[in-house]
């Protein structure tokens, strides 16, 4: 029996007659600016290490630098030269040089709360107050004195206003019994000197309900009794 011929030829290929599905929207993108993304990623990779590089070389190295600097002038602070704290002696920089030279750093930042306490002993009030406002703290505690000494070198410009937004400022950062008690007493000191004797009862009064104990407390009776005679006055 003679087999059948083939008439038909398979194809040598099954997969020559298939038809491919075309690309999704998000494959056209990625395929078309395939090299975008690798230029992309590479100029992050270079920018990942280029800061790397600037921290570990160029920040740390410098942040170290600045606090040797400053050593000096701490000495001098100490010590209550307050002169050669700010600008240094000769051979060693002051304060104000670390801030020039260093300002980026933590050091040339304390340096300007060290420079506000300078010259609000030196009697410079308003350098006192500008370099305190440039001083930036996390620190409750630390915040709170500078805007306490802001408060203080107001009050010596005659700014009363100023001077006791300030110290109510230290008080609602600190907000413990170490300080708080303190910038009450003294802006309820302010209040009284300007003639607002109800404004100042009202701080005697939080002395007296908030900060039992304290030493200011223990005070404050007698400033109560005065702020309320002057009040009816």
């Avoid at 001098?76 to 030269?81: C, Q």
């Avoid at 620190?139 to 300030?166: Q, S």
Wanted: proline share 3%; net charge negative; hydrophobic share 35%.
């Amino acid at each position: 029996m003679v087999k059948k011929e083939k008439t038909e030829e398979q194809p040598k290929n099954l997969t020559d007659n298939v038809e491919t599905p075309p690309l999704s929207s998000t494959e056209r993108f990625i395929e078309e600016n395939q090299k975008t993304f690798v230029y992309g990623v590479i100029v992050i990779v270079v920018l990942v290490l280029a800061i790397i590089g600037y921290v570990r070389f160029i920040r740390t190295p410098h942040i170290h630098q600045a606090w040797e600097e400053a050593y000096k002038a701490e000495f001098y602070f100490e010590r209550d030269s307050f002169r050669l704290a700010l600008y240094g002696d000769g051979f060693f920089p002051g304060f104000l040089d670390v801030i020039d030279d260093y300002g980026r750093t933590p050091m040339g930042n304390a340096s300007r709360y060290y420079a506000g306490v300078c010259y609000m002993r030196l009697g410079d009030y308003d350098e006192a107050i500008r370099h305190l406002k440039r001083f930036k703290s996390n620190d409750p505690m630390v915040g709170a004195m500078a805007m306490g000494i802001i408060g203080d070198a107001n009050v010596e410009l005659g700014n009363y206003n100023e001077a006791v937004k300030y110290y109510i400022n230290a008080v609602n950062k600190a907000e413990n019994e170490l300080i708080s008690p303190t910038f009450l007493m003294k802006a309820a000191k302010v209040y009284e000197e300007m003639g607002e004797y109800q404004e100042a009862l009202k701080l005697y009064e939080r002395i007296k309900t908030e900060y039992y104990g304290t030493s200011e407390q223990h005070n404050v009776e007698k400033f109560i009794k005065r702020a309320e005679l002057l009040s009816k006055q």
